[in-house]
């Protein structure tokens, strides 16, 4: 049986699907089979963020609605072979989506893969609930300020209220903070909350931070998950969050600010 | 003081009519057919079950009456009482109805006049007036049924507790969460969503945290923001509770 993960927050723009991207490569390069659905049918922006936008004939919808088989609606990573695509639907919206059908689908991807990754859309309708409804794991994607910490705190409790495994009373999701386009330095300014201020109230198990890196938009234009930028501090915040959660003990980085030594200093001042 | 009290003002005394007013919630029906009542209950109770278990009910068959259509009552209140809503009146119903709603020992509410021809021989009003007594007994037994609350997960924004009795957070209460209690409410954890204690109207509540940074609290209605709150107030352990129609917060 897979794992089914959904990367979710509530409030857009703040990293779902560059999380969602990194986290399915990350997995697929540590041998795990992976595959990486796209649940924001009418914006659909996975396909770009993994640069296989050219390769989509048949999407999830077209899966939901029988009118194409899984295999031929998933795209096999050209990069990593054990890292597989799901897209969205440009062309259709969110109500194309049945709870039923995408349970159907989930089932049969459960079969053939360890981990399922369901990007949600942001919002809590109908593609962010049905993106979470059938989860084991939660990946919440916040970003230092306050209006994302609260549209993650009801996000959670959605979670906690509305998923499948609550409905049936079962052991709930499991949920993990990751906390992205963190910046150190304003943060000791007082100008963004710090981690501390964002587990005050959402108070969760965090895999990893991420920080604020020109490398994310250069990987997300160039259809590279920034995993792979080994080079790039995001790309080693989200390897660190892939090993984390496969259960390997990984300090935290990029919480501090850097130390600014001489050299740094020499060199800054360049 | 009336005539009548002083006449007993040197026994104690144990009984006491006055007018009230309740609210309860009125089941207008519109269809006879009993499986679609049930299932579109179900539905409505599914949003808020906390709400609805134990609910008083009015049923409304004004509309049927009107239409010439009767609804099998018996089967409506078994089907009722089995979703856990207690039936305690009808209205609007026919001659017929009436009778068997108070076998059941469902009060009958004669206001509005009835399709069929008036009746001569009237049912007698004192009759009528015992009837309803009795079938109050089983909307106070429900009041008095206190239910209690203790909550030991995050109570997240958005979310909603209801409670018929006291409420009991070992959690913290995050912005945008509410809880409501008809009892006292009581946090120990920090407090930053809204409190409502005695919303059915006991000024007796109190509301008791330990880390007070809410949004709001309110004590049967009567209500105050953090805007207003003094200063010297936030983060500390309070008791709130009303004294003569005003909120107050006391640090403990």
């Known amino acids: ?270 | 003081m009336s005539i009548d009290s002083t006449l007993i003002s040197n026994q104690k005394v144990a009984v006491e009519i006055k007018s009230s007013a309740f609210n309860i919630p009125a089941l207008i029906l519109s269809s006879h057919s009993i499986v679609e009542i049930k299932q579109q209950l179900q539905k409505k109770i599914l949003q808020a079950p906390e709400f609805f278990k134990n609910s008083p009910l009015l049923i409304e068959l004004h509309e049927l009456t009107e239409q010439q259509v009767e609804i099998d009552l018996r089967s409506l209140i078994k089907t009722l009482r089995s979703l856990h809503l207690i039936p305690i009146a009808i209205s609007g119903a026919t001659r017929k109805q009436n009778s068997i709603a108070i076998e059941l020992g469902i009060a009958v509410q004669t206001k509005h006049i009835l399709i069929e021809p008036p009746v001569v021989e009237k049912i007698p009003a004192v009759e009528e007036v015992t009837e309803k007594i009795e079938s109050i007994e089983p909307l106070t037994k429900t009041v008095s049924e206190i239910e209690n609350k203790l909550i030991m997960q995050p109570v997240r924004s958005g979310q909603r507790i209801y409670t018929k009795g006291d409420l009991t957070v070992l959690a913290p209460v995050n912005p945008g969460a509410e809880l409501i209690a008809e009892g006292n409410i009581h946090i120990y954890a920090p407090m930053r969503g809204r409190a409502l204690a005695g919303v059915q109207g006991n000024t007796k509540s109190c509301i008791f945290c330990s880390d007070l940074q809410a949004e709001l609290v309110s004590i049967a209605g009567v209500y105050r923001l953090s805007e207003d709150f003094d200063k010297s107030l936030r983060q500390k352990l309070v008791q709130i509770y009303l004294h003569d129609q005003t909120l107050l917060i006391k640090k403990l």
């Open chain 1, 1 to 270: 049986m897979a794992r089914i993960i959904v990367v979710t927050s509530g409030k857009g723009g703040v990293g779902k699907t560059t999380t969602s991207a990194a986290v399915a490569m990350g997995l697929a390069k540590k041998g795990h089979k992976t595959v990486v659905i796209d649940f924001d049918v009418g914006l659909r922006n996975l396909d770009l963020i993994l640069g296989c936008e050219r390769r989509v004939v048949y999407d999830f919808v077209n899966v939901i609605h029988n009118e194409s088989t899984l295999n031929q609606a998933l795209i096999r990573d050209k990069r990593c072979g054990e890292l597989y695509i799901l897209p969205a639907s440009q062309t259709r919206d969110k109500d194309a989506l049945t709870e039923e059908g995408v349970g159907r689908v989930l089932e049969e991807l459960s079969k053939d893969f360890e981990y399922i990754i369901c990007d949600s859309p942001a919002g809590i309708e109908r593609g962010a609930h049905l993106a979470m409804y059938f989860a084991d794991d939660a990946f919440i994607v916040t970003n230092p300020e306050v209006s994302s910490v609260r549209d993650s705190d009801r996000m959670l409790g959605i979670l906690a209220s509305k998923s499948r495994r609550a409905e049936k009373g079962e052991e709930p999701i499991k949920e993990f903070l990751l906390l992205s386009r963190y910046s150190p330095e304003r943060v000791k300014l007082g100008e963004m909350l710090s981690v501390d201020d964002v587990q005050e109230i959402l108070s969760l198990h965090l895999l990893g931070v991420v920080p604020e890196s020109k490398s994310v938009l250069n990987a997300s234009n160039s259809g590279i998950p920034v995993i792979l930028d080994e080079q790039s501090d995001a790309g080693q915040a989200y390897s660190d969050i892939v090993a984390r959660y496969l259960g390997e003990d990984k300090p935290h980085r990029f919480i501090d600010a850097e130390k600014k030594g001489l050299f740094g200093k020499l060199f800054r001042g360049k």
